[in-house]
C-alpha cells in the first residue's frame, strides 16, 4: 500500500480509502470483516458522512456499534467525516458543524475526528462563523485536521481567508471515464471542443500548488450515480478491452486498474473505495502502486472517450 506524505499525520495515510457510505445495509459481522481486510491490506483511511444512511449518522453508527473500538485499535485508524449536507438544504452555520460533529463522535465511538470535511459547497456560508466552528472543535480536541469536498478554488481561497488551520484534503468525483478535472487541461485552448470547457476552475493545480490532497470519490462510476464503467461493453467496449489487457499484463482484476489510473496521476491523489464488499477492497488495494507507464495510463485515457487533441 502506498502512503502519502501528509504533514501533520503520525500514521502512515493510505492512498486508498475506505468509504462507509453504505454500511448500514450489511451486518455488523460484515462490517467487522469489510474493516478487518482493508486493514489487513494496509488502509489507514476511512471515510464516513453524518448523512450516510436512512437517517442522520447511521452509518456512523454502525460502524462505532460493529467495531467497539479499543484506545489501541482507534490509534491505528484515520477516521475522516463530513458535515452540512441536511435535508433539503446546505447548512455551513456554526451551530450545526458543533451539534452534527457531536453525533459523529457519538454514533462512532470515539473522542476525536482525525479529518472533517465541508460536505459539498453552501453558497450561504460564512467564513468567519466556520472559523469560529473549526477553532472550537480543535480547541476541545474533536478535530485533528479540516478540508472540503467538492469545492474549487475560489470557494476555499474564500475559506482560507478566515479559516487558522490548513485545509488539507478536497474530495471529488474521478473516474477514468468522469475525467474532467484532468481531461480539460489537455484540451486547453480547443476552440469548438466540449472537453476544453473549464468547469472546475483549474482544481487539479490549484490542490497540487497549495499541497491540498485530491480524494476521488465513485472511481468506478460512468458519470454522477450513473452506474459503473467496469464491464459496461455496452457503452464501454474498447475502454473495457484495454483494462482486461492491461490487468492481464500486470496480473491484477480490471478493479486495480481503475484505481491504478487515479493513483498513477503524479498529483498523489486519494481513492475512496464505496464497496460492501471484501473481495472488491483487496482488488482496489492491488492498484496502490501499480505503476502504469505512460503509454497504458494515455490508452486508458483515450479508450475512455477522451480526445488527445
Known amino acids: 500500500m502506498k502512503n502519502l506524505p501528509i504533514p501533520g499525520f503520525d500514521l ?3 492512498n486508498v480509502v475506505l468509504g462507509l457510505m453504505r454500511i448500514d445495509e450489511i451486518s455488523a459481522e460484515e462490517v467487522r470483516t469489510l474493516v478487518g481486510t482493508a486493514r489487513d491490506e494496509g488502509i489507514t483511511f476511512f471515510d464516513h458522512a453524518d448523512i450516510y444512511g436512512a437517517h442522520d449518522h447511521d452509518c456512523e453508527q454502525r460502524f462505532g456499534d460493529a467495531l467497539q473500538l479499543k484506545a489501541s485499535d482507534r490509534e491505528q485508524m484515520i477516521i475522516q467525516s463530513k458535515v452540512g449536507l441536511r ?3 446546505w447548512d455551513f452555520s456554526k451551530e450545526h458543524i458543533l451539534e452534527s460533529v457531536d453525533g459523529s463522535l ?3 465511538r470515539t473522542d476525536y475526528l482525525d479529518v472533517l470535511l465541508l460536505h459539498r459547497p453552501d453558497t450561504l456560508m460564512e467564513p468567519e462563523e466556520i472559523a469560529d466552528a473549526f477553532d472550537a472543535l480543535q480547541t476541545a480536541g474533536k478535530v485533528r485536521h479540516f478540508g472540503v469536498s467538492n469545492q474549487t478554488p475560489g470557494q476555499i481561497e474564500l475559506l482560507r481567508r478566515s479559516v487558522r488551520q490548513p485545509l488539507l484534503f478536497n474530495q471529488v468525483q474521478l473516474s477514468i471515464t468522469h475525467a474532467n478535472l484532468l481531461t480539460q487541461g489537455i484540451a486547453a485552448n480547443m476552440n469548438g471542443l466540449d472537453q476544453s470547457i473549464d468547469r472546475d476552475n483549474g482544481i487539479l493545480e490549484y490542490c497540487r ?6 480524494q476521488a470519490w465513485s472511481p468506478f462510476q460512468k458519470g454522477f450515480f450513473d452506474g459503473v464503467f467496469l464491464g459496461d461493453r455496452e457503452h464501454y467496449a474498447e475502454l473495457n478491452d484495454a483494462i482486461d489487457d492491461i490487468a492481464k499484463r500486470y496480473d491484477v482484476t ?4 481503475a484505481v491504478a489510473w487515479i493513483t498513477r496521476h503524479p498529483a498523489n491523489m486519494q481513492v475512496v473505495l464505496g464497496t460492501t464488499k471484501a473481495q472488491r477492497v483487496r482488488e482496489s488495494a492491488a492498484g496502490s502502486d501499480l505503476p502504469l507507464t505512460r503509454e497504458e495510463w494515455y490508452r486508458l485515457f483515450s479508450a475512455a472517450g477522451h480526445l488527445l487533441p
Not at 209 to 214: C, G
Open 87 to 89: 435535508d433539503g438544504f
Open 254 to 257: 480490471p478493479t486495480a486498474i
Open 209 to 214: 500548488l497549495n499541497d491540498i490532497t485530491l
Open 106 to 108: 457519538k454514533a462512532l
Open 12 to 14: 502512515p495515510v493510505s
